[in-house]
């Protein structure tokens, strides 16, 4: 089976920034990936994913994720953080034969600073 | 197009009542999953349908239960509540198209049942 660590609970970051958070997978079968948003209240949005080719994969709101294969890793980052994307980020994997069901990382509360 | 929707948006039960969630999915789509979200154990998976069949089941026990209908509509209900079932029920729909398992799962605001 597989399963999904968020390495960081929180992260602070002041507001125009970088940030990365981090993403690690286990899945003893080739996996789907994917980056979701949780604003407060509020359901559950997708910035992005990664199904096959280039590992470099770009989303909205600036967002980009990196697969590394060898690492099983799926990083989110963006090059310049605002007010707005304070909310949680979700990381997620489906196994490819396993249809529209994901696991989910524990979440990585971004909380951006003025 | 309306998104997903998600009725109530709030519950209060007490322990041992059942309860019964509604979700309307982006019309058409024909893929509906549930997911329980807790403080204590996350995002998980209850189960996903496709076509009035349930497709993928999640670790939960058989008090949580799901249906599809013909409109791609879709109920969940959990009998005999426990306090431990408190949570925010998330409803997902997705296109499917030609069954195909892998499509962009749209979400609704959810459902945060209380139990008492």
């Known amino acids: 089976a597989q399963s999904v660590t968020q390495l960081d609970s929180q992260v602070p970051v002041f507001e125009e920034a970088p940030v990365e958070l981090r993403c690690n997978y286990s899945?003893?079968?080739?996996?789907?990936l994917f980056w979701y948003v949780q604003y407060p209240n509020q359901g559950l949005q997708l910035l992005l994913k990664y199904l096959s080719g280039s590992t470099l994969v770009k989303g909205i709101n600036g967002f980009e994720a990196e697969f590394n294969k060898s690492q099983t890793s799926f990083h989110l980052r963006k090059p310049s953080v605002h007010i707005s994307d304070t909310a949680e980020y979700f990381c997620?994997?489906?196994?490819?034969?396993?249809?529209?069901?994901?696991?989910f990382g524990g979440g990585t509360r971004l909380m951006v600073k003025p | 197009k309306a998104g997903v929707t998600q009725t109530p948006r709030y519950l209060i039960k007490t322990r041992g009542q059942q309860v019964t969630l509604s979700c309307s999915p982006i019309s058409g789509h024909r893929s509906v999953s549930w997911y329980q979200q807790t403080p204590g154990q996350g995002l998980q998976f209850l189960f996903e349908y496709f076509s009035e069949t349930q497709r993928n089941k999640g670790n939960f026990p058989g008090r949580f239960s799901g249906r599809q209908f013909s409109n791609s509509r879709s109920e969940m209900n959990v009998s005999t509540l426990e306090l431990g079932d408190s949570a925010l029920y998330l409803c997902a729909s997705s296109l499917a198209t030609s069954g195909s398992y892998l499509d962009t799962q749209y979400f609704g605001p959810g459902t945060r049942l209380t139990v008492l």
């Open positions: 997620a994997v489906s196994e490819n034969n396993a249809g529209n069901m994901l696991t």
């Open positions: 899945s003893s079968v080739s996996v789907y």
